[in-house]
C-alpha cells in the first residue's frame, strides 16, 4: 500500500514536471541575451526590449484583447438570452441543445472553413469583423451550457415571489433572475474570454491579410524559426494567465457563496 | 399577453438568428460547397477524386491512426493521474494546477517544443548524455504524437477525474463492505462508474486529434498529414475549397461515427452525485 | 363579508384536469386551511388566487371585482412559498423590503416596515444577517416577514412548515395562528398534513382530485365527515359497509345497533365510521362486541391496539389502557359514536337532513 503511494506520488511528479517543462523552458530562455534557445547565454532583458519596442506586435495584442472583450461580452448577452429560451422551451429543449452544441463539438478547421464559406458567401470583407463575429459565434454556445444549469436550479418560486411582491417583469428580471443566474453569467463571460483569446484555427481561416491576433501572428512567426521576442511574449502572457485565473477562482468562489439557498 | 411574448420574441430574436445564421446555414454551406467543382458546378466529382485517390484515403487512415495513438497515449496517463489526484487532500488545487497549462495559448506550448525537441535541445542532451546519441526529433511523426498528447493531457483528465469525484463514497464503502478487495472494488465499481468520463474525454481528444493542423505544420514538418491540414491546405493554400469541403464532410462523418460509439456525455450522469 | 371568491372555477394543464369544478368564499380575518393529498390542486388554487396562473373557466372575485387575469404583481395578495424563496443575492433587510423598495416608499418608512415585520417573526436583530447564517426556520420566518411587510389582505402559505423539524413545525403551527390573530388578516394556509390542519384553522377545505370534498370548522368536519374520503383522511377510523334498518338504528356486520342518524331510506346501504378512540375496552359479557386481541403499539400517549371480532372483522382501538396480545376482550361505544354516511351525498343535502330531524338548528357556514 505505502510502496504504491509513493509510486504514485512519483508518477504525479513526473507528470506535473513534464506539463511545466515546456512553459518554464520558454520563460528560461527568454531572459537569454542569445537567440536560441539552446545554450543560455548570459541574464538580459533584451527581448523584452525588443518586444515593448515592436509597434506591430502591441497593437496585434490590443487587437486580440478588443477582440476577446467585445466578443466575450456580446456571447454573453446573447448566450443568456439563449440558455433561458432554451430553459423556457418545454418541447424543443432537446432539439435546441443539439443545435447549441453543434459548434462545441465540431473541429475547428470546420468552423473555420465552414465560416470563411459562409462569409465569401455573404461577401463580407474578411477582417476584423469577419473574426469578431466568429469569435461572437464560437462563444455564444460555451456561455450558454455555463449559464444553463444555475437557470434550471434556480427555483421557479423565486421569479413568482418577485411578482407575488409586485415587481413587473423587468424588476423580476434584471432584480431576481440575473442576480440569481450572475454565477453562470460571470463563468460564461470567463470561459468566452479564454476560448476567445485562446483561439487559432478559426481566426486563421477568417482573418484577411490586414488583421492579424497574437496566435496567429505567433504562428506566422513560428514558421520562421525561433524567435526569443515571443518566448518573452509568453512569459508577459504565462503571468496575465495567472492573474485572470486568480480573478476567476475569486469570482467563482464568491458566486458559490451566494448560491447558497 | 402578446406584448410580453413580443418583448420576448425580441430578446431572445439574436440568439435565434445566430443558430440560423452561424450553426445551420455554415454547415449546409461546406455540405453545398463539397459538390461544387473548381468551376462552380454541381458535381461528386470531388466524392469520386477523393474515393478514388490513394493518397487521400491514405492519408484519411493515418489521421485516424495518429488520432488514435494521441487518444490511446492521453487516457493511459490521464486516467492513473485524475485517480491519483481525487485521492489528494487538497485536489482542487492539484486539478487547478492541471488545467492552468490550457490558459496558455496552445500555439505557445507547441512553439517550446520546436526549442526542446531541437537538435542541441535538452531532449537530444538527455540522450546523448545516456549515451544514446543525437537523434533528429523535430519533424517527425514522433514529435507531433508526443506534442499533441501533452496538449490534449487536461481534456482528458478533466471528465475522468469530475467521474471519478462524482462516485458516492458509501457506493465503495459498500463494496468493500460486501467483502471486495479494494483492487476488485476498482475494477467492479470505480472503473465503470467512470466509464462515461473516460467516454467524455476520448471524445474531447480524439475529434481535435484528427483535425489539428497546426502542430503538423510546426512540429511534425509537412511529413504528417492529417484531415485538419488537408482541409487547411485546399481552402488557403490550392483553393480548391470543393475538395477541401468534401475532406471536411468526412472528417463530420467521422466526428459523428466517434459520438454515437462514445455516447460520453449522456453516461457522465450514471456515475453522478445524485444518484 | 367574503373577501374572495371562486365561482366554478376550472384549470386543467396540458391534457390534465387539475381543478374540475371549485367553488368557495373566504372571509375578512379568519385562518382558512386548504387540506389534500399532493397532486389533489391545492396549489393550483394558491398559484390562482396569488395570480401566477389564470383559470380556464369560472370567475375568482377579490373585494367583489373580477380579478381572473389581473397579473400578480396587482394583487393584495401575498406568498410564503414552500421553498421560501428568499432571494440568494439579498441580505434579511433587503428581502424584507423587496416589496417596498418596488412600491418607492420613503426610506424611513421601508426600515421601519421592514423592522415592525422582523420583530412580528422574532427576527429583530437578524436584518443585516446574510441568508446562509441562517437555519431553516430562521429562513422560514424570513419569508413570512417578506410576505407580510407589503401589508396584504390575504397571505397565502403554500405548505410552508412542510420543510422543518417535527418540534419546530409545532411551534411555529402557534405563532402562525397568534400572528394570523395580531395582523387580522386572512391566512389561507395550503397542507397535506391534517393534524396541522386540525389544529391551526377556523375553516378547512378538503380537496381530492380537483373537487372540494367538505368544508367547515375543524370540529365539524372531524365528527361528521361527509363521506368515505374524508372520514379516512382526516384522523383515524374504522370505516364499514351497514345497512341503515330504520332511523335511529343500523345494522353493522349483521348486528344492530343504535345510532343517532335519521331520515335515511331504510334498508339503504351506507358507512359507518366508527373513531379508534370512540371504542373502551371491556369485559366480553359487557362488551357490544367480542374480539381477540392481534397486536398492540405503544405511541406515546396511547395504545393502537388491532383486535379482530368473532365474524372475523378488523377493529382499530385507541387506548390509553395496556391490553395483552392474544386476549379475549369485549368493545363497548355509545350511540353517538357511530356516524352514519350516506353514498354520494352533498354538503347541502347533509345540512338539509341533519336539519330536519334536529331541533337545534346545525347552522353551517
Known sequence: MKKFFSLGRLFLALVFFLMYLPIFYLIYYSFSSGSRMDGFKHFSLVHYQTLFADTRMISIVLNTLIIALLAALISTIIGTSGALAINRAKRSRRQLLVLNNILMVSPDVIIGASFLIFFTFLG????FWSVLLSHIAFCIPIVVLMVLPQVRTMPRSLTDAAYDLGASRWQAFSQVTIPAIAPGIRAGFFMALTYSLDDFAVTFFVTGNGFSTLAVEIYSRARQGIDLEINALSTVMFLVSLVLVFIYSRFSVKGKGAAVK | MTKHNFGRLFFTLPYYLWLLLFVIAPLVLIFYQSFLGLDGHLTVQNYLTYARSATYLKMTLNSVWYAFLITAITLMIAYPLAYLIAQLKRRDFWLALMILPTWI??????????????????????????????????????????VAAYIELPFMVLPIYNAIVGIR????????????????????????????????????????????????????????????????????????????????????????????????ANAVKKGGKRG | MAILKFAGVKKGFGDTEILKDISFEIEEGKFYTILGPSGSGKTTILRLIAGFDQPDGG???????????????????????????????????????????????????????????????????????????????????????????????????????????????????????????????????????????????????????????????????YDEPLNHFVADFIGESNIIPATMVKDFVVEINGKQFTCVDAGITPGEAVEVVLRPEDLDITTVESGKLAATVDSQLFRGVDYQIMVHDRDGHEWKINSIHKTTVGKEIGITFDPEDIHVMRKGESQAAFNARLASYQEVDHDQA
Open chain 1, 124 to 127: 463580407v470583407q474578411l477582417g
Open chain 2, 105 to 146: 495559448n496552445l500555439l505557445l506550448k507547441t512553439y517550446a517544443f520546436i526549442g526542446i525537441l531541437s537538435q542541441s535541445g535538452p531532449l537530444n542532451a538527455l540522450t546523448k548524455a545516456l549515451g544514446l546519441g543525437s537523434h533528429q526529433l523535430l519533424f517527425t511523426d514522433a514529435a507531433f504524437v508526443i
Open chain 3, 59 to 221: 370567475a375568482i372575485y377579490f373585494d367583489g371585482k373580477q380579478i381572473n387575469d389581473l397579473p400578480a404583481n396587482k394583487r393584495q395578495v401575498n406568498t410564503v412559498f414552500q421553498d421560501y424563496a428568499l432571494f440568494p443575492n439579498l441580505n434579511v433587510f433587503e428581502n424584507v423590503a423587496f416589496g417596498l423598495r418596488l412600491q418607492r416608499m420613503k426610506k424611513r418608512a421601508i426600515q421601519l416596515r421592514a423592522q415592525e415585520a422582523l420583530a412580528l417573526v422574532h427576527l429583530g436583530g437578524y436584518a443585516h444577517r446574510e441568508l446562509d447564517e441562517l437555519s431553516g426556520g430562521q429562513q422560514q420566518r424570513v419569508a413570512i416577514a417578506r410576505a407580510i411587510a407589503n401589508r396584504p389582505k390575504v397571505l397565502l402559505l403554500d405548505e410552508a412548515l412542510s420543510a422543518l423539524d417535527h418540534k419546530l413545525r409545532k411551534e411555529m403551527q402557534t405563532e402562525l395562528r397568534q400572528l394570523q390573530r395580531q395582523l387580522g388578516i386572512t391566512f389561507i394556509f395550503v397542507t397535506h398534513d391534517q393534524e396541522e390542519a386540525l389544529a391551526m384553522s377556523d375553516q378547512i377545505m378538503i380537496i381530492n382530485e380537483g373537487y372540494i370534498e367538505q368544508s367547515g370548522t375543524p370540529v365539524d368536519i
Open chain 2, 169 to 264: 463514497p458509501s457506493l465503495i464503502n459498500a463494496s468493500l463492505d460486501l467483502g471486495a478487495s479494494r483492487v476488485q472494488t476498482f475494477w467492479r465499481v470505480i472503473f465503470p462508474l467512470t466509464k462515461g468520463g473516460v467516454e467524455a474525454g476520448i471524445q474531447a481528444v480524439f475529434i481535435p486529434a484528427l483535425s489539428l493542423f497546426m502542430i503538423t505544420r510546426l512540429i511534425g514538418g509537412n511529413r504528417v498529414i492529417t484531415l485538419g491540414t488537408a482541409i487547411e491546405e485546399h481552402f488557403l493554400t490550392t483553393q480548391n475549397w470543393g475538395l477541401g469541403s468534401t475532406i471536411g464532410v468526412v472528417l463530420v462523418v467521422a466526428m459523428l461515427i466517434v459520438m454515437l460509439l462514445t455516447d460520453g
